[in-house]
Each structure stands twice: as C-alpha cells, then as structure tokens.
C-alpha cells in the first residue's frame, strides 16, 4: 500500500495489512463525502464555497476511519458505497463536518492566528475573516442535521437512538468537550499558571476536551449503530481517550519536530504561543516516553475486545504514535 503516508520508513514500520484497511476506510468514506457534496451544498454560495474549500483541502479523515472502524469490526468490511451501512456514512460525514469547523475556527486571528493548513491557505486567508466565521458555523449546524436524517433501526427497541447520537456528538463537540478545551487553551496562553502540579491538571483537561473529546465521540458513535452496543461502550470509551490522549502527545512532539511540508501547517507555533504542552511541561525526553505508555496502553485495552475484533484497534496506536503528520 502506498500514497496514504509518503515517508518510506514510516510505511516499513506498520502492518501492510493495516494500512491497507487505513486505505480502504478512508477510500469509503470520500467516495460517499463526494457524491453528497453537491446535494449538501445547495445552492451554491460564498459560504458554500468556503464551506467546500476547507472540507476538500484534504486531511487524513481519521475521525471518520475511527467510526467507521468502531462499527465494523469484527464484520466485512464493505466493498462500495452500496454495499455500505448509510446510517453510518452519514454519523462520519457529520464528525467530518464538526472536526473542518473546529479547524477554521481554530485558524482564526482571534485563536491560533495560522494562515497553512492541510498545506493550503486556511479559510479566512482564501476567503475573509467573516466568510471563515459563518462557514465554521454552517458546518457545525449541518453535522446535526444529518444526524436528524438517521434512519430507524431494529436496535432502536426504546426509541432513543437520534437522542442518543445527539448526545455523543454534542459532548464531543460542545461546550463541556472541544469548546470548553479550546477556552482552556486560549487562557492558559494568556494567564500561564506557572505551578508545575497544576500545569500538569490543566493539560491533561486541556487535550482530553480539546482533542480527546470529538476522538471519542467518533468511536462511540460507530459503536452505538451496532446490535451489541451496550456490550463494548464501556471498553471502546476507554480505548478512545487513549487514543485521544496519544494522538495529542504525538501533535506536541510533530509541532517541535516535524516540518512544515510533512504537517501542511506551521510547526513551532506552539512554543511561540507559549501554549502548554507535552514537551514544554516534561521535556521531550519524557514527552516520548510517556507516548510509549499510551501506545502501550491503547493496546492493551484493544486486546480485551473479542478476537475477531482487536485487528485495526491493536495496530491504530502505532500509526499514531509513528505518524510523520
């Protein structure tokens, strides 16, 4: 398999077999995210196009992968569009649609201030400030729409499977989730604490909400579509927040280290921001060995689910902790 990462040591180092399904699940879901497009956008207008602009500028799609991965596990993995679950398709355009907003927003002046990402220009340096602002919230409001259009299924025995989704997805995506983690960060810039005991407290809030907290939505949100749900909620809630947690190490150590044509972004802002971070708070030393833990861990956990089940979650945590960008 080639093209899903372009760093060869990187691809040597994981499953063949893994970043084939990397590919595959991916491939499933942009070929759905493309058909949809233009019945979702129209008409057509600036915020549209904006809209459109920051969704296309590429990505790697992991939120999507994780729910559609949390759903099918276990099962055959569908072929085509066709052959595929729509409820599903739907949930992961909506994570898609809530994880571009949180990134035009968090692009703005007014928050992280960067004119990359995905190596394009952000929305508001292609378009305008306020453009970027309105596109940001288009596509927040449109997620749960389409998770309004989910269908009826047989595991809906009390009736409560949209409230359900609703509730996973806001938690992730609201005010006690990615909202209050990016509030969090912003004043931490602002109003540094400078007491390592409580630095420590602050950031782990700051990423469990921030990143951690739309991580988990999507696994539990594949998760809630199958028949046996309630069997694995609370293991697949456990695994996610270490992923979660291991996904933001690995983006703290990439900002210190990674280039700019590997992260199709700015690194280094982090240490200009003065943000608290992995590396800033215990040196990247420890900020690497604590990656380990958590690629450790996250295994760990994947070896309790069925047999059957643990392929992709078992080796999920090294394409993270070795991911390039």
Request: glycine share 6%.
């Amino acid at each position: 398999m080639v093209g899903w990462n372009k760093t060869a040591d990187f691809i040597l180092n994981l499953n063949d077999s893994f970043l084939n399904s990397l590919s595959s699940t991916k491939h499933l879901f942009e070929s759905y995210f493309e058909s949809q497009i233009p019945i979702v956008f129209h008409p057509t207008s600036r915020i549209t196009d904006a809209c459109i602009y920051s969704l296309k500028a590429g990505g790697k799609r992991i939120r999507p992968i994780f729910l559609l991965q949390s759903f099918y596990r276990g099962k055959n993995f569908p072929q085509s569009i066709e052959d595929s679950d729509k409820d599903l398709l739907l949930l992961a355009f909506a994570i898609e649609c809530i994880h571009t907003y949180s990134l035009i927003h968090d692009d703005l002046p007014a928050m992280d201030n960067d004119d990359t990402r995905r190596g394009f220009p952000t929305c508001h340096i292609q378009f305008d400030e306020a453009t970027a602002i309105l596109a940001g919230d288009a596509l927040n409001s449109l997620a749960f729409s389409l998770v309004a259009k989910i269908s009826s299924r047989s595991n809906d025995t009390d009736g409560n499977l949209i409230k359900d989704l609703i509730h996973i997805l806001h938690n992730g995506a609201g005010l006690g989730g990615m909202i209050l983690g990016q509030n969090l960060d912003l004043l931490q810039e602002k109003q540094p604490v400078n007491d390592p005991l409580l630095e420590k407290d602050l950031l782990l809030s700051i990423h469990a909400k921030k990143t951690g907290a739309l991580i988990e939505s999507s696994f539990l949100l594949g998760n809630r579509l199958r028949d046996d749900h309630l069997a694995s909620v609370s293991l697949i809630q456990s695994y996610a927040n270490e992923i979660g947690l291991l996904f933001q190490i690995t983006d703290d150590i990439l900002d210190v280290e990674g280039s700019k044509e590997e992260l199709g972004k700015t690194p280094g802002k982090d240490v200009k921001s003065g943000k608290l971070t992995y590396p800033s708070l215990f040196g990247m030393q420890t900020a690497k060995s604590l990656k380990a833990q958590s690629m450790e861990k996250a295994i760990t956990l994947a070896k309790q689910l069925p047999k059957g089940e643990q392929f992709f979650f078992t080796e999920l945590p090294k394409y993270i902790a070795e991911r390039k960008s």
